[in-house]
């Protein structure tokens, strides 16, 4: 597609079930990052994908959050055992990897709700 | 840690005024600083790039200036109209991660 494609986007959960978020960057893209920005909150990294490597996953906030990428392409972000504090959009975005130039692009988010 | 700051959090103009958003950030070694805007409800949509060389970058009625030496950055938008109501935020960055500020929210009267 043309841009970045997230799903689902929304998704309200029962506290304690896990969830499955996805992303599609940018095809050609090799750079791929999570953020989750909460109400009222700014923009939190969670993770960066390099290809399909994770170089940085300093950003997860607990070991409840897991993050793989395949085929240098899609990428998956489960959230085990959901707490309501959980409750965010989580955003996907690609760019081409060149540091300098690095113009990135955001999906339209995923809406989670955890009741 | 790089923090991001950014003033005014809310801002409201009529019509045909010109906007200035302050974005300040405390650690100059940086790449780019990217100012993006975000819908109620939407994603975020890159607006100007400026690279760590650069002192500003201009699209259309958008112009925002970078001073590294000071760890500022500010966009103006000349001639607001409504449809510029959304919020605005600026990220810096270093290396790969983006920091991002809270953003500023805009609200241009009819």
């Known amino acids: 597609g043309a841009g970045v494609s997230q799903s689902p986007s929304n998704k309200v959960t029962e506290k304690g079930k896990d969830v499955e978020l996805r992303c599609d960057p940018i095809s050609g893209h090799t750079a791929l990052y999570w953020y989750r920005q909460s109400l009222g909150q700014g923009l939190e990294f969670l993770i960066y994908?390099?290809?399909?490597?994770?170089?940085?996953k300093s950003g997860l906030p607990s070991d409840r959050f897991s993050a793989e990428r395949t085929g240098g392409s899609v990428s998956t972000l489960t959230i085990q055992r959901t707490q309501q504090e959980d409750s965010a959009v989580y955003l996907c975005a690609s760019s081409t990897g060149q540091v300098s130039g690095n113009t990135i692009y955001f999906g339209e988010g995923s809406w989670l709700t955890v009741v | 840690k790089q923090e991001v700051t950014q003033i005014p959090a809310a801002l409201s103009v009529p019509e045909g005024e010109n906007l200035v958003l302050n974005c300040s950030f405390t650690?100059?070694?940086?790449?780019?600083l990217q100012w993006f805007r975000q819908d109620p409800g939407k994603g975020l949509t890159s607006l100007l790039l400026i690279q760590s060389s650069q002192r500003e970058q201009t699209s259309g009625r958008l112009n925002a200036s970078l001073d590294k030496s000071s760890g500022r950055s500010t966009l103006y938008i000349a001639a607001s109209q409504p449809g510029d109501s959304a919020t605005y935020l600026c990220?810096?960055?270093?290396?790969?991660?983006?920091?991002f500020g809270a953003g500023t929210t805009v609200t241009v009267r009819a």
């Open positions: 990220a810096v960055s270093n290396d790969y991660k983006l920091s």
């Open positions: 650690d100059s070694a940086i790449y780019n």
């Open positions: 994908f390099q290809g399909n490597s994770a170089p940085d």
